[in-house]
């Protein structure tokens, strides 16, 4: 059984979120092409949530910071009002 490890880090190289071990075992139980890429579907289905649930969520701490810190106009880009939320549909 193959497995995949996978490391989150920024980009000066830190590990983000380092105590949340993220380790996801390939069913593999032939070397047949159909097996493997099964096996990668199945991967895929479960990894992605999660990661992209945790890159959001990194991203929206990031940009609270920087709005306690003064710097919405900044992160939301030049001329947006940091009083009007986004109010459209996230789709995943």
């Known amino acids: 059984m193959a497995r995949i490890r996978i490391t989150l880090e920024d980009d000066d ?4 979120n380092g105590d949340q071990e993220r380790l996801y075992d390939l069913s593999l139980e032939t070397k047949r092409l159909v097996d ?9 289905q479960a990894a992605l949530p999660e990661l992209t649930a945790e890159l959001l969520t990194l991203a929206q701490r990031q940009f609270v910071a920087e709005v306690k810190k003064g710097g919405a106009y900044v992160v939301m880009g030049r001329g947006a009002s940091p009083s009007r939320p986004c109010t459209g549909l996230l789709h995943s």
Do not use: L, Q, S, T
Not at 13 to 16: D, F, K, P, V
Not at 36 to 44: G, L, N, S
């Open 13 to 16: 190289g830190r590990e983000i």
């Open 36 to 44: 493997i890429e099964a096996a990668v579907e199945a991967f895929k």
